[in-house]
């Protein structure tokens, strides 16, 4: 028998304990942001206003980061990711408050930067620590959610697989039904067929009953519905997508229906704002630092060869639509035929000796900067292809067009991993294509910073660079 435990998945005592245990959180970062500053406990009384404003704030805004749902079986980043933007959403609103009340200068900026760090850190520390303790429970045995398996084919034993694999997640398969012949599933005992999961639930404690049926068989997922019309158990359906090759697939509720999305791009919402004020404030910044370089290689482009200083070229953005990129021209003018675009080889005569500089330290990239700033290109995604390359490839690598679910970037997954260059076989572009599809997949804030740390360090010098 399986040790029952009294935290349940939506618990509503659990909730609460969090949003006290949060808000604890909030006030011990602020009384010891206060105390670094003051080197008192002591408050000053203009200091309570932000006390119970951000205590006030925090309680209307943190469900709406869905920071106190479910998480069970979720990986830690998911809720951590949460709590981040709900904390920077909480200071941002205050910070507001404070312009729009004009009472910025009476409280130190030190003091309050220092209460938003220690804030992030309490979380991240108690969320943590929580997240160990409830994860030991769960393999001791404690705070289980039983669960039985319907199904026969290769999603039912990847759905028995991945829970073995994951104990921490506090479910357990205690057995699997369908028209086996075997007597085992992944390690968990086959208790019958359909026909016999109405009388096991009677007779067996269990939380919940997960269907896992290929969506072919639409006849036999409703037949085992009717076989379990009586039983008050929950009951979730895993439709059988482990064989499909999908991008973000996630369900949405639209009109009040439920709808299966099979590929999706992960820049809308929350995610598109993060993304675009990222580009907006990065890219500022750095096309400021740059400036003088820019004059500098724009004088040097046309003091070495005839010609424009910037070359423009057609590309596929976001969602297939067609933009101009910009970059320092590298190569002596030339024409190519319609539709040809002839990419650059190594010892290519087309290179000027200073392009062929800019192109090994991708300083001819910088133009590119300006596109984000117009918001037609990020600093971090997809490399962008000449349209000819795109009209080649999409038939030849399976997912090839799923790249413009995002803006392209001026970096990327891809390029730090040494996918970088001329693409002269069909291997290098189908790996390229799937660093881009893992990047789009698991698409943070925290994966753009890490990639732009990388470039700094790896991305700029290149051997497949010429």
Known sequence: MLKRGVIQEHAALLAFLMRVLDLTALLLAFFAAYWLYFSTFELQPIYFYPLVLGAGLALLLFPLFSVYGSLRGAPFWLELRNLSFALLALFVLLAVVGVLSKSNPLYSRIWFGSWFLLSWAFFLLYRGALRLLLGWMRRQGYNQRCLIVLGCGPGAEEVVQRINKTPWSGFQVVAAFGDLEQGELNGVPIAGGYEDVARYLSSNHVDQVWIA???????????????????????????????????????????GMPVLDLSKSPMSGMNQFVKAVEDRLLGLLIFVLIMPFLLLIALGVKLTSPGPVLFKQKRHGWDGREIRVYKFRSMVVHQEGAGVVTQAKKGDARITPFGAFLRRTSLDELPQFFNVLQGRMSIVGPRPHALAHNEAFKDKIEQYMLRHKVKPGITGWAQVNGYRGETDTLYKMQKRVEYDLNYIENWSLWLDLKIIFLTIFKGFLNKNAY
């Open 213 to 255: 049926l290929p969506l072919s068989e639409a006849a036999e997922l409703k037949r085992v519905l009717h076989l379990l019309r009586h039983s008050t158990v929950d009951i979730r359906y895993v439709p059988d997508l482990f064989g499909f090759k999908l991008l973000n697939q996630s369900i949405s509720e639209v009109a």
